[in-house]
């Protein structure tokens, strides 16, 4: 059984051939310093947020995600990480390409996240 260390994920060239999932790994945006992609995929998406708090773009909106959320991304939706209040770690999993799927963020756009304080609108769990 395989073992991907942080930094490292399973995607179409690391992953066994009994392996259907499209890829696997985890992501962070610290604070400071963060950058992430405003991107799709061909494949259905879904990510458990494990800390921190943000703001994302999903589904044609923003929302608002925490530690605990879990996002679904179906194939073809453009989602991103627009704000961060507080550092972002979270776990992805890509379902599995369909027949002639690309593989990967596509049409993906790199940009600066802004760290900004916690909006006193954001939801208290």
């Given at each position: 059984?395989?073992v991907?260390?942080p930094?490292?994920w399973?995607?179409?060239d ?11 790994g ?22 458990l ?9 999903v ?12 996002v679904?991304?179906q194939?073809?939706?453009i989602?991103d990480i ?16 369909p027949?002639?799927?690309r593989i ?7 940009h600066?996240?802004?760290g900004l304080p ?8």
């Amino acid at each position: 059984m395989p073992v991907f260390e942080p930094g490292t994920w399973l995607n179409p060239d690391t992953r066994p051939d009994w392996c259907e999932i499209g890829s696997i790994g985890r992501f962070a945006v610290p604070l400071e310093g963060g950058r992430f992609e405003r991107h799709h995929h061909d494949d259905h998406e879904v990510w458990l947020i494990w800390e921190g708090k943000a703001k994302i773009l999903v589904d044609g909106e923003e929302r608002y995600v925490q530690a605990g959320d879990i996002v679904l991304t179906q194939a073809g939706d453009i989602h991103d990480i627009v704000e961060v209040y507080e550092t972002v770690r979270g776990f992805f999993l890509e379902s599995g390409h369909p027949a002639g799927g690309r593989i990967g963020h596509l049409d993906g756009v790199a940009h600066d996240v802004p760290g900004l304080p916690v909006p006193a609108d954001f939801p208290v769990r």
